[in-house]
């Protein structure tokens, strides 16, 4: 695992089951002994980093992390090459990095001429323990030879019922086993990384452009993670040359990038939105990522922030499907985000996932306040991250003749043209609006607060004023194309409102402890950085908050409500198009 803790470390081995919050709080609860132990967590339901951060937070000084077949090969499915299963060899790898890019130089560019921090200090940032990923194969005589009471069924691996699950700590008496030693050696050194860009010059708004990015780094062969969405890349890529010969240039200009060193923790991408911030907050309109286009073909779930949905839907109603019954990748995502998410508000649907920091879309979305979307298809990927994400699983099991991936390419192309070349930039402020309003209303946000006196008022005031606005800037959208005498500053003033609204969210100083995650209404989750959040700040305060009720957290909540309004309020301003908002 990248960014573990080198060195030796012998304990006790516990299982921790997935190695989330509540795991640990579970065995708290239980009273089994945590500090100074090893945990054994199988990988799943949360960044395998967020499960090095939590052991370190309830004591372990090492974790081995293994991929159990209950997860990656259950029962009704063959191993590899007889099956997607993935064999009980696998070992996933991955990175365990907790914050975006080059931890050396934190909060600016990795360059040639940067400052680079000691490993001393910047190793406060990294997980702390001795970490080392192994396959199911070496994981089952750990597991079986632990004492302790049987787990909870849900804690229970395994598909053939042969090894009851415990919890430890230490093996039981009849083992011949001791005590756990995991020795894991990394060295840290700087190397130069690369990112590629290709550039089509718009022709009549050239200084406003429209990115389009995929990291091309892989654990292993990647034929998923990420080659399908490098393949996506390149397709669009040759699109865009046959355009060019053909005579065609965009209004807009286009910028199609290939990542570096994504892996190992979004390190290429980060570092170009920090090396170029302020161009990147004048000029760029949105950004468009394709990581892994295609790990099955069932369940296409975008991410984005909300102003794309009307685009994303006109897109993918264009798009071919990869399952057969549908007209159209529309219908296919309808259908199978309805069986999905059989609770979801029908004003809400198909569902659109919030933008965690998964992948490259993170540093744009996070630092810069540009709207971003992140496009794939997925489902069952059984051998994610290790050496068996080859072509044969590509080909065979995860998207045969490529459809999926085809699917994706479409609605991503369709995306890219149309924000190049439309004259009023197609994100709609209306979408983002309704999102903001939802999250708010379907949660107990007010309750919660009123309970403690606090004012949620302002808060509802500025969502509301954000709708009134949002409304006026999409009937006046339809006027501006409607007008003969339309000039165009009128269009480039209309399209800057939109791209100021999504900057407005942006909060310079960052979310409590995450000075790199500076959008106030959207980040990735504390308890997983894989999920996104809605109004992280005001929400992770809370939590912490009912959990410690200190007059010193609720001041934190009232701060964050405060941000959370203000922020709010920014963006229903750079909507309008007062010369002077007073």
Not at 80 to 107: A, C, F, H, N, V
Request: glycine share 8%; hydrophobic share 35%.
């Amino acid at each position: 695992n990248a960014w573990s803790k080198s060195g030796t470390v012998t304990g006790e081995p516990v299982y921790v089951n997935y190695g989330r919050k509540e795991d640990f709080e579970f065995l708290e609860k239980k009273g089994i002994s945590l500090t100074d132990k090893i945990g054994l967590a199988r990988y799943g339901k949360i960044y395998r980093g967020d499960k090095a951060k939590f052991g370190k937070q309830y004591g372990l000084k090492g974790l081995i992390i293994y991929m159990d077949s209950a997860d990656f090969n259950p029962s009704d499915v063959e191993p590899m090459p007889d099956g997607p299963g993935l064999p009980d060899t696998g070992i996933q790898r991955g990175t365990l990095k907790e914050g975006l890019g080059d931890p050396s130089t934190y909060l600016y560019p990795s360059t040639k001429y940067a400052y680079h921090e000691p490993k001393t200090v910047y190793e406060e940032r990294l997980p702390g323990i001795v970490v080392m990923p192994i396959n199911y194969k070496n994981a089952l005589p750990i597991l079986s030879s632990l004492k302790g009471d049987v787990v909870e069924s849900e804690w229970q691996g395994g598909t053939d019922g042969s090894v009851d699950y415990k919890y430890g700590p230490g093996f039981d008496d009849t083992s011949n086993k001791k005590s756990l030693r995991i020795t894991v050696n990394l060295e840290y050194k700087l190397v130069e990384i690369q990112n590629i860009f290709g550039v089509v010059k718009g022709q009549q708004e050239p200084d406003r452009w429209v990115m389009i990015g995929n990291h091309r780094d892989t654990w292993v062969h990647g034929a998923v993670d990420a080659t399908t969405g490098l393949a996506a890349l390149n397709e669009i890529g040759h699109g865009l040359k046959k355009l060019q010969d053909e005579g065609w240039k965009p209004r807009r200009t286009i910028v199609l990038a290939s990542w570096g060193a994504e892996e190992q923790g979004i390190i290429g991408s980060t570092e170009f939105v920090e090396d170029y911030l302020t161009l990147l907050q004048e000029k760029l309109v949105a950004y468009i990522n394709v990581d892994v286009a295609a790990s099955d073909q069932k369940s296409f779930r975008p991410g984005a922030t909300h102003n794309f949905r009307p685009l994303l839907e006109r897109a993918a109603k264009g798009a071919s499907a990869p399952l057969e019954g549908y007209t159209s990748l529309y219908e296919q995502w309808e259908a199978v985000s309805k069986e999905e998410n059989p609770n979801l508000d029908p004003a809400h649907a198909p569902k659109l996932k919030d933008l965690g920091s998964g992948s490259d879309y993170a540093a744009f979305l996070n630092m810069a306040g540009v709207s971003c979307i992140d496009l794939t298809i997925d489902g069952p990927y059984y051998t994610y991250h290790t050496e068996y994400d080859n072509y044969n699983y590509l080909s065979n099991y995860a998207d045969p003749g490529m459809k999926a991936t085809k699917a994706v390419t479409e609605v991503a192309a369709r995306i890219l043209f149309e924000m190049a070349t439309e004259k009023l930039v197609p994100l709609d402020a209306m979408s983002y609006g309704a999102y903001m309003t939802h999250s708010i209303d379907s949660s107990d946000l007010q309750r919660d607060l009123e309970n403690k006196g606090l004012n949620f008022d302002m808060l509802r005031k500025s969502l509301d004023k954000f709708m009134e606005s949002a409304e006026k800037y999409e009937n006046s959208r339809s006027k501006l194309l409607q007008s003969v005498s339309r000039k165009q500053m009128d269009m480039r003033q209309f399209n800057d409102r939109m791209l100021q609204m999504e900057r407005s969210f942006i909060f310079a100083p960052g979310l409590p402890h995450r000075p790199q995650n500076r959008h106030i209404l959207i980040a990735s989750s504390i308890l997983d950085a894989y999920s996104g959040s809605v109004f992280p700040g005001l929400y992770d305060s809370l939590a912490l908050a009912q959990q410690d009720d200190s007059e010193e957290n609720w001041n934190q909540v009232e701060k964050q409500l405060t941000i959370a309004t203000w922020v709010t309020r920014a963006a229903a301003r750079a909507l309008s198009p007062d010369t002077f908002p007073i």
